[in-house]
């Protein structure tokens, strides 16, 4: 689907669906525009703007707050709410479970990216510290393939969203019962091309039916 097709979905379709078709369509032209393999996943993943956004590369979808677009110096439009998860090794004693509640993380390594990278993140770290010390937080750098495999080798717990699931084989993504989340959308040039701004528009306009 060409970027230009997203501004019109909102023609024929409500509100829900358009959301969601929005998000899986500007996201398979992510991928095709970046001639996808696992690099490029964790790529979007961490939101890696680089300065070829709004030259041949139109938009991002990731996770994004107002800490990472003034980091990576454009502009987000939120889609969705993620719900933070946890992802473990298949191995790790909690990937039997399907739902996890925050005492389950007692005695666990919580991998954690650094602070500043994130507000929500970094709201939960604090929480997380002051209420709840048998959680251990390991800070790292970014979010990458290599991170993953740390991860899964490590048998520690890495902070993910539900939408990465399929970032790496050996891993289970589980949701936790806590109120924490971050906002999922698109990342796009401070200075927005003609048709980037009809994906823009068509987003807003489900916001109003």
């Not at 500007?26 to 890696?48: N, Q, Y």
């Not at 997380?128 to 740390?150: A, G, K, S």
Request: some cysteine; glycine content about 4%; overall charge negative.
């Amino acid at each position: 689907m060409d970027i230009m097709d997203v501004a019109n979905l909102s023609m024929n379709l409500n509100s829900s669906r358009v959301i969601n078709d929005v998000q899986v369509a500007v996201l398979k032209k992510s991928l095709d525009t970046l001639e996808t393999t696992g690099d490029d996943l964790t790529k979007m993943m961490e939101a890696s703007v680089t300065p070829n956004l709004g030259q041949n590369i139109d938009v991002v979808a990731g996770i994004f707050d107002d800490t990472l677009l003034d980091l990576r110096k454009c502009r987000g439009i939120e889609i969705s709410r993620e719900e933070f998860c946890c992802a473990v090794s298949i191995h790790h004693r909690l990937a039997k479970k399907e739902y996890l509640e925050i005492q389950d993380l007692y005695g666990e390594n919580l991998m954690l990216i650094h602070r500043g990278w994130s507000e929500y993140i970094d709201i939960l770290r604090d929480d997380l510290w002051e209420h709840h010390p048998e959680i251990q937080i390991v800070d790292f750098d970014f979010y990458n393939m290599e991170t993953f495999n740390r991860c899964e080798n490590s048998n520690d717990v890495l902070l993910a969203v539900k939408s990465w699931e399929s970032i790496h084989p050996l891993m289970k993504i589980i949701p936790v019962n806590w109120n924490y989340g971050i906002p999922f959308g698109l990342l796009y040039s401070q200075e927005p091309s003609r048709k980037v701004k009809k994906v823009l528009d068509a987003i807003e306009r489900t916001r109003d039916l």
